[in-house]
Nanobody, 121 residues
Framework: QVQLVESGGGLVQPGGSLRLSCAASGSFFRADNMGWYRQAPGKQRELVAVITSGGSTHYADSVKGRFTISRDGAKNTVYLSMNSLKPEDTAVYYC???????????????WGQGTQVTVSS
């Protein structure tokens, strides 16, 4: 069974830093796009950052220059380094990945269970 397991959330003061990790496990042939989304209370889930298998990245305007997405292909793991955190970054952060589980089909999209990030003094 394929799953995405996140870690690294928590409580941090404004201006602080956190690093989120998300590891894909189970039976699959390849991890394509991997990324992070977030959902704040009362708001829709939004894209934070995405990284392709080739290493190209895309960021939401609200996090550009503060967050960095990276991945370790050998470990099928994606990271989100978050610096200069603001209270408005408070949300549940979800890992998302396109994983190829069947060579005769297109990749399937998977979500992690979410990890809480709270930025507060």
């Amino acid at each position: 069974q394929v799953q995405l397991v996140e870690s690294g959330g928590g409580l941090v003061q404004p201006g602080g830093s956190l690093r989120l990790s998300c590891a894909a496990s189970g039976s699959f042939f390849r991890a394509d796009n991997m990324g992070w989304y977030r959902q704040a209370p009362g708001k829709q889930r939004e894209l934070v950052a995405v990284i392709t298998s080739g290493g190209s990245t895309h960021y939401a305007d609200s996090v550009k220059g503060r967050f960095t997405i990276s991945r370790d292909g050998a470990k099928n793991t994606v990271y989100l380094s978050m610096n200069s955190l603001k209270p408005e970054d408070t949300a549940v952060y979800y890992c998302n990945a396109d994983l190829l589980t069947n060579l005769r089909l297109m990749p399937d999209n998977y979500w992690g269970q979410g990890t809480q990030v709270t930025v507060s003094s």
